[in-house]
């Protein structure tokens, strides 16, 4: 599997060959789904808070007599059935909404949406691209060089035309000068995950090298490690032996 890889002028620069267990997955919706609603409800953060009976204030006197008055007994006022009680099955910000992802359900999950984008044409490799300074003016003429490449986006649209762009190193002049457009992320590649490839329609790496380098190490993470070896059964020690009691013969 070969991919082309492009210069900052938009011309091809060379050939590179794609690992297989990348960019040659096939797709799976249901893995998709499970990882990316697990990590959208990790990501959760619980705002709307209601008081229960034992968090508002006042009604530490019984409102009347348990006995002898003909109405209903009480004994709060902060009950959740009078005005201005406390909030029955209410929301809660302690609320935990954390679900558990295996790694290698995540880096599966991300490695078929590369490979599903990668087959329609949405991913790109950039051999390098370098800026005058860390404007977003410099920075938007460098990617409009881009353009030249089929299938390219442009960058008038917001929606139709959103991009990931992920770096192989780290450049801050990149990151800033692209800080300001609203349909355009930039990270570093080592931060790239589920959510992030689903947001973006197209998907652009700049140093092939480095990136692949990068996503072979996080499939090999997961998969590091000793295994652990089984424990040795512990001998059980054979009862002592009794003797025999004797008969008795009348």
Request: charged share 25%; hydrophobic share 35%.
């Amino acid at each position: 599997m070969e991919a082309t890889v492009y210069n900052q002028t938009g011309t091809e620069a060379k050939k590179i060959t794609l690992p297989e267990h990348i960019f040659g997955l096939r797709w799976n919706s249901d893995l998709v789904h499970q990882v990316a609603v697990s990590m959208a409800s990790s990501a959760r953060h619980s705002i709307a808070h209601a008081k229960t009976r034992g968090e508002v204030r006042g009604g530490g006197k019984k409102p009347w007599q348990q006995k002898g008055t003909g109405r209903a007994r009480h004994g709060s006022s902060r009950s959740p059935i009078w005005v201005g009680g406390g909030t029955t099955h209410g929301p809660r910000n302690d609320k935990n909404y954390d679900r558990k992802v295996n790694k290698k359900m995540k880096m599966k999950a991300l490695f078929t949406i590369l490979s599903r984008k990668f087959r329609e044409g949405e991913v790109f490799f950039i051999d390098s691209v370098a800026l005058k300074s860390a404007k977003t003016k410099d920075a938007v003429e460098s990617l409009g060089t881009l353009a030249k490449i089929s299938g390219f986006p442009t960058l008038k649209g917001k929606r139709a035309n959103s991009m990931f762009i992920a770096l192989g190193t780290s450049d801050q002049s990149m990151s800033r000068g692209l800080s300001n457009v609203g349909n355009i992320s930039v990270e570093d590649c080592r931060n790239i995950s589920v959510p992030a490839v689903l947001k973006y329609k197209t998907i652009v790496f700049i140093g092939p090298d480095e990136v692949l380098k990068t996503l072979g190490s996080k499939m090999d993470a997961p998969l590091a490690g000793k295994v652990a070896k089984p424990k040795a059964l512990k001998k059980v020690k054979a009862a002592p032996k009794t003797k025999a009691s004797k008969k008795v013969t009348a």
